[in-house]
């Protein structure tokens, strides 16, 4: 059955092939796609595999270059149990490079306490140092930096080069490559050195990274520094306007004043004592939550992956809703060519019949050649999207990095087989309704 099936869809080759392709560009496309999400995942676990510490930033920053702490918490979070050793970090991006401004890929300078980041016992930029060396205690206050072997290859400089960040000349000393697109885009210095050159305040960091000793785990040091640090106020550590912010003093004095006025222009004297009752009662609300407020999160590297697995699921219910467009013209495409299958071949299946083949008989020659174009979509469609993905990457490796692993493949090519037989079904029950007699006089 299946050469009779081949034989039916050579003997039309154009239309055969017009519906290949169709399906074809939409499983290619449903490859390219979702390849994007793979590779945000592929990127994220990389990178994250490579941080087994902790990163305690501030409450609500999506990630530390948008966070701010005091830099005086770093002696807390050393007295803490379990802590081994706290690595204060501050950020700032680059603008211009060697004169040139910089948009995309973008350019980070990341400052961190050269002396703290020694001590640690994995240090992912050292671990992965390729040229040069690692920061010395010497370093501490000079321009001296690292930089990723992507940066180095994109502005033609080695180790002993002078590169200039944001007007200030740099001496590059070392060069790293964690082979994440995430971590190779950052420039490392002494965190005073990128203080200075990013303007930021000496009282405070971006986060700190956290190594636990060999007393505990990272879940039950993550949980005493939460605890440690509940209740506390950033507010002073944000800028706000002048109006603005509960903490503020004038904000606290107009709700004073708004809450005496309502209780003495309104209010009886035997009311003004529940008046007052409420307001301490309300007061006490207050209190207790902000007493439970964390002004911080402590992340690990399995939460930074459960927020961003959170983000893939998003994107892909978007890429879901884009690939159906192309899937639904491929399989309409499906169904129109059996469809004109069934019409122009009414006599054929009436001889058929009676030579004695049956209406499921008839049915699984209908579906099967519409499987067969299932199959030769998906293997082209799957060939393709996949050949896309490593030009793609090859072509721009330090913007984009698009992954399509066996799964996706796989997937997708049962996905266009199942297209196909689901688009020859009702063609195939057209053909199978048809009597022996009322095909021929049909036909």
């Known amino acids: 059955m299946i050469r009779f099936a081949l034989g039916n869809l050579t003997s039309r080759p154009l239309r055969s092939v017009l519906s290949v392709l169709g399906l074809a560009v939409a499983i290619g496309g449903m490859v390219g796609l979702f390849s994007i999400a793979g590779g945000i995942d592929q990127v994220v676990s990389k990178t994250f595999e490579q941080i087994p510490g902790l990163l305690v930033q501030q409450q609500g920053a999506p990630i530390p270059l948008f966070s701010t702490l005091p830099a005086n918490w770093e002696a807390e979070l050393e007295a803490i149990p379990g802590v081994g050793v706290v690595d204060p970090e501050v950020f700032c991006r680059v603008n211009q490079l060697d004169g040139k401004m910089i948009i995309n890929p973008p350019r980070f300078a990341i400052g961190m306490e050269i002396d703290a980041r020694l001590k640690l016992k ?8 390729v040229d040069g060396r690692f920061f010395l205690p010497a370093d501490v206050e000079t ?37 994440s697109m995430m971590l190779d885009v950052n420039i490392l210095m002494d965190i005073n050195t990128c203080r200075r050159l990013g303007r930021i305040d000496v009282n405070t960091v971006g986060c700190f990274y956290v190594e636990a000793d060999d007393s505990v785990d990272n879940k039950t040091l993550q949980k ?3 605890d440690h640090f509940r209740g506390r106020d950033l507010r002073t550590w944000q800028p706000r306007s002048q109006f603005g912010g509960s903490g503020n003093v004038l904000a606290n004095l107009a709700r004073r004043l708004d809450q005496s006025i309502k209780g003495t222009s309104t209010l009886r004297e035997t009311d003004e004592h529940h008046t007052d009752e409420r307001f301490k009662k309300e007061e006490k609300s207050h ?6 407020r964390l002004p911080i999160e402590v992340r690990s590297a399995d939460d930074w992956g459960e927020r961003i697995a959170e983000f893939s699921q998003d994107l892909n219910i978007f890429l879901t809703l ?3 467009i192309g899937v639904s013209i491929a399989t309409l495409s499906i169904v129109n060519t059996m469809m004109m299958s069934v ?9 058929l019949r009676a030579n004695g083949w049956s209406k499921s008989e008839i049915m699984r020659l ?28 090859w072509s721009w490796p330090g913007r984009l990095q698009l992954h399509a692993g066996f799964p996706l493949l796989f997937t997708s090519l049962i996905f266009s087989i199942a297209l196909g037989l689901v688009g020859g079904l009702y063609p195939a029950w057209r053909a199978s309704r048809l009597s022996p007699m009322e095909s021929i006089r049909r036909g």
Do not use: P, Q
Not at 153 to 170: A, M, R, Y
Not at 343 to 351: A, D, L, N, P, Q
């Open 322 to 324: 884009m690939t159906a």
């Open 143 to 179: 321009n001296h930096c690292l930089i990723s072997r992507e940066i180095s290859t994109s502005i033609s400089k080695s180790v002993g080069d002078v590169i200039d960040l944001n007007g200030s000349e740099f001496e590059i000393v070392g060069i790293y490559e964690t082979g």
């Open 224 to 226: 005493s520094i939460e």
């Open 366 to 393: 209908m579906t099967l050649e519409s499987s067969l174009i299932g199959f030769s979509g998906g293997m082209i469609g799957v060939s393709i999207g996949w050949l896309a993905t490593l030009l793609v990457n």
């Open 287 to 292: 209190s207790d939550a902000e007493s439970k």
């Open 122 to 129: 994995r240090s992912l930029y050292r671990e992965n140092l």
């Open 343 to 351: 019409t122009e071949r009414t006599t054929e299946f009436g001889i």
